[in-house]
């Protein structure tokens, strides 16, 4: 048995190189607000490779989407582990509202993502999105989680408002970006932003509403259906990463 059964929104969602590139690069930016990201700091990890950190995650969320439930819960015992030997090294406990915050990235970059490139989603299957990470909270024991998806709305809200903030981290995980990528790629990285990150994000980033990248989204839609999204796709990271990249795009396997 699957925890994501096979015909599920989910699976289009990470399955799909693309999607997946809009999904880290909205959490990217939210992360480095987050008034919890100098847990992502303790280790060093984060701003030494933000590029491998992303490919790393990834690895995890295939192994939770794309596999059974008794290996997907085995990931997520294993993450719930790695951030307990965080926790045990630091002296300190990671606040309960830090992993919400994460599993509320996931959860809103998922739908944004997929609604840029793709197309609205019906209420269900918000709903279906909502579950499969409403589940993987669950499993790792994160409480206050609301039922439905209807009812995390105002909640998402309320963490918004609470848990951002600008700051050094802000900064300097900014500057990171843009050494590892570049300056060409991450003035991409920063228009693609743009396209799916929420009001307040964008105020707290100082962000414009208009992105370069908007005039050029219908092209890329194209592109795909022309088979010429590779050439997209490898412009945007650097060499070093493209088997990693290439091996993103399962939606078709």
Not at 178 to 194: D, I
Not at 207 to 220: E, G, K, M, R, W
């Amino acid at each position: 048995m699957y925890f994501v059964q096979e015909n599920s929104i989910v699976r289009k969602i990470w399955g799909k190189t693309d999607t997946i590139l809009f999904i880290f690069a909205g959490a990217s930016a939210e992360f480095a607000l987050n008034k919890a990201v100098d847990w992502l700091y303790f280790t060093g990890k984060l701003p030494a490779d933000p590029i491998g950190r992303l490919f790393s995650t990834v690895e995890y969320a295939r192994r939770i989407v794309f596999t059974t439930s008794e290996e997907a819960n085995k990931a997520i015992d294993t993450m719930r582990l790695i951030h307990g030997a965080v926790e045990k090294k630091r002296a300190a406990v990671i606040p309960d509202w830090a992993y919400r915050d994460v599993l509320f990235m996931l959860i809103y970059y998922s739908i944004a993502s997929y609604e840029l490139l793709e197309r609205k989603l019906t209420a269900d299957e918000k709903q279906e999105v909502y579950d499969v990470f409403y589940r993987v909270g669950s499993r790792m024991g994160l409480k206050e989680l609301p039922d439905s998806y209807a009812q995390w709305l105002p909640v998402r809200e309320s963490h918004l408002e609470q848990d951002l903030k600008k700051s050094d981290y802000t900064t300097d995980l900014f500057l990171q970006y843009k050494k590892h990528l570049g300056s060409m790629r991450f003035k991409v990285l920063v228009e693609a932003q743009k396209l799916v990150l929420p009001q307040q994000v964008k105020q707290l980033l100082a962000f414009a509403d208009f992105s370069l990248l908007t005039p050029l989204v219908p092209v890329y839609r194209v592109s795909r259906l022309m088979k010429m999204d590779w050439l997209f796709k490898n412009i945007l990271l650097p060499a070093q990463y493209k088997k990693q990249l290439n091996e993103l795009d399962i939606s078709d396997r």
